[in-house]
């Protein structure tokens, strides 16, 4: 079976509504980038070493810190965060490639008008004195 791919839409074409996950993981990417976010999950590290100081302080021994109830605690915790966190950047990551691929596209759309511009109104010898430089820069060359 094959699928019909999905035509490219030009930038005119695309919907600027963004929905409700998409306003959310923008929020949260944005938050998950700031410093704020990194000292609360620093402070969470902390609480729980802390937590297993008083541990091995009050039952006597290192093997408390080590129980493994205590660290499913930490590593369940940490995981699910992780797997959240890891969702909602994937989505503004996309979101980020497709606006990118969107702006390219009416880069090369306006690109492509210019080149068919400069072909009606010059004849061919002077079309030929055209020299690409870069992208989306040109320059005659005597």
Not at 23 to 49: E, M, T, Y
Not at 128 to 138: P, Q
Request: glycine share 6%; aromatic share 8%; proline share 4%.
């Amino acid at each position: 079976m094959s699928e019909k791919p999905t035509p490219v839409l030009l930038p005119s074409e695309v919907s600027s509504r963004i929905g409700f996950f998409d306003r959310f993981a923008g929020l949260a990417a944005k938050l998950a980038s700031r410093a704020p976010f990194f000292a609360f999950c620093l402070l969470l590290a902390v609480i729980w070493l802390v937590q297993g100081v008083a541990l091995i302080v009050s039952k006597g021994s290192f093997q408390a810190f080590l129980d493994s109830q205590y660290q499913l605690e930490i590593n369940t915790t940490t995981t699910i965060i992780t797997f959240l966190m890891v969702a909602l950047l994937q989505n503004s990551q996309t979101r980020t490639d497709q606006a990118t691929q969107h702006k390219l596209n009416a880069i090369a759309d306006g690109l492509a008008d210019l080149m068919e511009h400069i072909a009606v109104q010059s004849p061919r010898e002077e079309i030929g004195r055209l020299h690409v430089i870069g992208i989306g820069a040109t320059r005659v060359i005597a």
